[in-house]
């Protein structure tokens, strides 16, 4: 029989004890799933404070980002397929990062050789980064998505949320209309995870507003760091405005949706190949036991 000690106060302290365990662990699960995003902060906050000779900073940081992620999949940290999905990754967030710094939206005021109409190639390693979060905590965690949307939901949303961040510059920005969407497309849906042995869930929506969040609190150190600039940091840096994580928030869904469809689809491949072989194998012993009979 299991007893339970007690505060004084009737709350099970090893309920407490228990509940902070797995907090801790799924803290350190996330860490690790956030190596590649802790790398390049850290190469940011570096070559803040350190110059570094013969190259530019921003092409510093894209020979640090290149190394990494050679370094992840050498490890066997990240696979080939999903360098191919952060490689997707890498050329959505540089084809935004072009035309948000030729609308004026923020810049890169720093020289380097690498640069594609001013934008330093290391920009799109960080919205890698978050392809990179993505996989790495899909695979710890043990991620199984439950009562999700079918496909012909999925990819129009999440073209549309892309698209958006291009369109509202020429017409109406319709990022509310399209988190209103989200909600009702999403309202049944759960992400399962697991730690330590034990499932939980959560609900989808609220999984795309916390990382969103925490992807905005990055945002402030990295241009605290330097890593871009928007126009109200030219003079003096400042904390990102708030609004900026319905932004995120939008964006996540983008990397979410598109790493969910794409593992799914994976998913789909592996079982159908699975049900050959064993359709394959079940020919074979039939066709056996009829030798054998004859």
Partial sequence: MR?????????????????IKQLLLFGREQALSCLFPAVIFTALAATRVVTLPLLPRYDWLLLICLLM?????????????????????HLIGLALEIFKTHMGSWSYPEEG????????????FMYASVASYLCQAWRRLKVELFRWPPFWAVVPLATAIYLNFFTHHFWIDIRWWLTGLVMIVFWRSWVLYEV???????????????????????????TYFGAWEYPNQAEA????????????????????????TLKLVKENMSREEEGSERTGQNRGRVASRKSEGA
């Avoid at 050789?113 to 799109?124: I, M, T």
């Avoid at 609900?203 to 905005?216: D, E």
């Avoid at 708030?242 to 932004?247: D, E």
């Fill in 113 to 124: 050789y690498f640069k594609v109409f001013g934008v330093p190639l290391y920009s799109g």
């Fill in 69 to 89: 992620q050679w370094w992840m999949v050498r490890s066997g940290l990240e696979t080939r397929d999903e360098l191919k999905v952060i490689t997707l990754f």
């Fill in 3 to 19: 007893t339970h000690r007690s505060d004084g106060g009737g709350f099970p302290v090893d309920s407490m004890m228990r509940a």
């Fill in 237 to 260: 840096w400042s904390p990102v405005h708030f609004g900026k994580v319905s932004s995120w928030f939008l964006l996540v869904i983008v990397s979410f949706l598109i790493v969910a």
């Fill in 196 to 222: 330590g042995g034990i499932r939980y869930r959560m609900p989808v929506a609220l999984s795309f507003v916390l990382i969103g969040f925490f992807i905005w609190i990055a945002e402030n150190i990295a």
